[in-house]
């Protein structure tokens, strides 16, 4: 319906100084947070214009746009560090705009939902955003939440980066190349969002070792307190979805396990 040109993905006059202004995202240098460049999809303007000030004032450059065309349009053509995607938009909603933009490229996506069980909801499905707030939230924690978020994707670059030629993890059938950030099992490419993967790492290291939700929070996610470890089971949930539901043994009360069935 919405033609991403006519409705425009528009550069936020919210903050001061380098924070506006049509530049595209540096496609260099780490995605550190001082120059981040985050889009902001969300149609309603009293919502977005408060992300774009707040995240504007943290010193990131940020871009809004208003429905979910002009959303993937905007993520094509800036190249954003992390997308805020609000799931409820005119036109496509953002479960088709995080699948058409996970398409393109791999990007971490931090989506804004009405209610908790929306959230459980999207994570079943395996959307393939990585963090997940509902509305109301407070701003500080949007910000908590982006700076932990690009923590870990600057880290694991980094960790790229550092071992190159680092081997493969091979547990069972299933090989993890770390340098690469590709996962195989059987063979097949299974394609995963950067948490995704991080939790995967984590996982594969150990395996047949029990690993608590409260220790994946703070060593994938980045949390100090054990508040989420809701976002813990949903992603294991999505891994369980996407490599089988054979890999990963639930240890009630405790954690996880990767236990990839022998022969
Ligand atoms: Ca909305």
């Not at 425009?8 to 006059?13: E, L």
């Not at 809004?64 to 993520?75: H, I, K, N, T, Y």
């Not at 992390?82 to 036109?91: E, F, K, T």
């Not at 996982?203 to 047949?208: E, G, R």
Request: hydrophobic share 45%; glycine share 8%; aromatic share 4%.
């Amino acid at each position: 319906m919405a033609d991403p040109r006519a409705s425009s993905a528009f550069p936020t006059g919210a903050g001061a100084g380098p924070s506006t202004g049509r530049t595209p995202a540096p496609p260099t240098g780490p995605a550190g947070q001082q120059t981040a460049t985050v889009l902001v999809v969300e149609d309603e303007p009293a919502i977005a214009t408060a992300i774009a000030q707040r995240l504007s004032a943290e010193g990131w450059r940020v871009e809004v746009a208003r429905d979910g065309l002009s959303g993937v349009d905007a993520a094509n053509r800036l190249r954003p560090d992390l997308i805020v995607l609000d799931v409820m938009l005119p036109g496509i909603d953002g479960l088709e705009v995080t699948r058409r933009i996970q398409a393109e490229q791999p990007v971490p996506i931090l989506m804004l939902t009405a209610r908790d069980d929306e959230t459980d909801m999207l994570i079943g499905l395996g959307v393939g955003a990585d963090d997940y707030m509902t509305k109301p939230f407070s701003m500080r924690e949007l910000v908590a939440r982006i700076k932990a978020l690009l923590r870990r994707v600057d880290r694991a670059a980094q960790a790229a980066s550092a071992a190159p030629s680092d081997p493969p993890l091979v547990v069972g059938d299933v090989t993890v190349d770390k340098a690469q950030r590709r996962v195989y099992r059987a063979g097949e490419e299974v394609h995963l969002t950067p948490t995704e993967f991080e939790l995967l790492v984590m996982l594969a290291s150990s395996p047949k070792t029990v690993l608590t939700r409260e220790r994946l929070l703070a060593e994938v996610w980045d949390w100090a307190d054990a508040s989420g470890t809701r976002t813990v089971d949903s992603h294991i949930k999505a891994l369980r979805r996407k490599l089988g539901a054979d890999l990963i043994r639930t240890v009630h009360g405790v954690g996880y396990a990767f236990e990839p069935p022998v022969g």
